[in-house]
């Protein structure tokens, strides 16, 4: 079987890797380069807990090729804090106690994110319609969604 | 067994070249699209080795272009991209509401109209939307393009009318005239993210005094392909699309219907609804076409 290399942008690092046609972007960047922020749940897109930002747009890492990472920009969980500490979204998420067993956090930050750069002032109803792709099955949600609405109120006033 | 290969063509030429050669040379292909029905399957229902062919590379599956008298919609441009141009939404809102049924937002952001109606399912959202608005298949192979009414390209559950040097391009749809509106409706249990029990997908058009001059109804969830209901139409069609005339339409739904029994529903079950929803769509269809 033949590897495929591919030249890609991961939270603004040059990467480069090589990868089996049938291997998806989850795989690699768990098991090659050692990104284990993005959790793996059920591999066929519906719990969320691999979402990642490719070219900006949210979408489940188990059901992207690692080869279509090829020239396109990537960000995972471990882009979002910056050198200055937790973004404001994983502080909030930490406030509210947004989490239990955690597997299904990342998912909802990077989530999270993609949906107050799209809706910065959303409604209770956008936000559980925007994470609906999300499943959690330890909080219940509502703590969730109040971490989402506190985090667009402190963006709000940031920005 | 084989081994797994992937490629990403950036023409056309290219793209129906390989998939020549490599069905030339027994190979098995899978074009792939969003990939979220392919990668499912490929991890699930059919793990055997083939080459997937990415055409998202190509310049004619991503294109959008609203003409003047027709809309093209490139069969690979994620269903997230089309709900962000509210020029479409104006147009199609029934066709850009079904996309926007399919999923959650990160399946969204990958999964097509064109991948969706390639899949073929008895239950893809997009397909009786297509079919209501009348959208005809783009379908490039070795000698060329040709075209293909939207409502003849499916041929049975997971089966499509594309040859193994073919890939859908995009597919075109007439633009509505001055009073025209269209709507898709579906059934699921849930509020969202689940698979149509039953959908139905129409529009029509209205003369100045609110008679239906023209209609189109298309179902999907009820029979082994999404089908045109050309009786459903007629129904409509002389009408001012009161409740009597939506009734017929309904009636004619579930005439057409020859649905199975599953855990999602009974024949008798998606029998019925798909009436209940043929009305509903018929007359939200009417109401947009009148504003």
Redo the contacts between chains.
């Keep these: 079987?033949?590897k495929?290399h591919v030249t890609t942008s991961i939270n603004g690092d040059p990467v480069e890797f090589l990868t089996?046609?049938?291997q998806?972007l989850v795989d690699v960047l768990r098991e090659q380069l050692d990104l284990t922020g993005t959790k793996e749940g059920c591999?066929?897109?519906d719990c969320?807990a691999c979402?990642v930002l490719?070219d900006g747009?949210?979408?489940?890492a188990?059901?992207?090729?690692a080869?279509?990472a090829?020239g396109a920009e990537i960000t995972t969980i471990e882009g979002i804090a910056t050198a200055d500490g937790l973004h404001p979204i994983q502080e909030k998420f930490l406030e509210h106690a947004a989490l239990q067993c955690g597997i299904c956090t990342p998912g909802y930050i990077v989530?999270t994110k993609?949906?107050l750069e799209k809706h910065p002032e959303p409604d209770e109803e956008t936000i559980r319609?925007?994470?609906?792709?999300?499943l959690c099955r330890c909080t219940g949600y509502d703590k969730i969604v109040r971490a989402v609405q506190d985090a667009a109120t402190t963006l709000a006033h940031e920005a | 067994m084989g081994s797994f290969a992937y490629v990403a063509p950036k023409t056309v030429r290219e793209t129906t070249e390989k998939l020549a050669e490599l069905s030339g040379a027994g190979t098995p292909t899978q074009i792939m699209a969003g990939g979220t029905d392919v990668l499912v399957q490929l991890r699930t229902v059919n793990r055997a080795a083939r080459t997937l062919v990415d055409i998202k590379g190509l310049a004619e599956t991503n294109r959008l272009d609203i003409g003047a008298d027709e809309t093209y919609i490139g069969a690979a441009i994620p269903s997230a991209v089309l709900n962000e141009n509210n020029d479409l939404k104006t147009l199609f809102p029934g066709l850009t509401e079904a996309a926007d049924l399919i999923g959650s937002t990160q399946i969204q952001g990958r999964a097509s109209i064109g991948g969706n109606l390639c899949n073929s399912s008895p239950a893809g959202d997009s397909i009786p939307a297509l079919i209501a608005n009348g959208a005809v298949c783009v379908i490039a192979g070795p000698g060329g393009e040709r075209e293909l009414a939207v409502e003849d390209f499916v041929t049975g559950v997971g089966q499509n009318a594309l040859a193994a040097d073919e890939l859908l391009l995009g597919l075109k749809l007439p633009n509505p005239g001055p009073r025209t509106g269209d709507a898709y409706l579906r059934f699921i249990p849930r509020t969202e993210m689940d698979i149509a029990v039953a959908g139905c997908g129409v529009r029509l058009d209205l003369d100045e005094a609110g008679v239906c001059t023209s209609a189109r109804v298309g179902i999907g969830a009820v029979a082994p392909t999404a089908l045109l209901v050309p009786a459903a139409a007629e129904a409509l069609i002389g009408t001012k699309v009161d409740d009597a005339a939506l009734a017929a339409a309904g009636a004619a739904c579930s005439e057409a219907a020859s649905p199975i029994t599953d855990k999602r529903g009974t024949v008798e079950y998606r029998t019925k609804v798909i009436s209940v929803l043929c009305r509903r769509a018929g007359a939200i269809a009417r109401d947009r076409a009148a504003k």
């Design positions: 079987m033949s495929l089996a046609p049938e998806t591999s066929t897109g969320g979402s490719v747009r949210l979408v489940c188990c059901l992207v090729l080869a279509e090829e989530a993609a949906l319609y925007w994470l609906a792709g999300n």
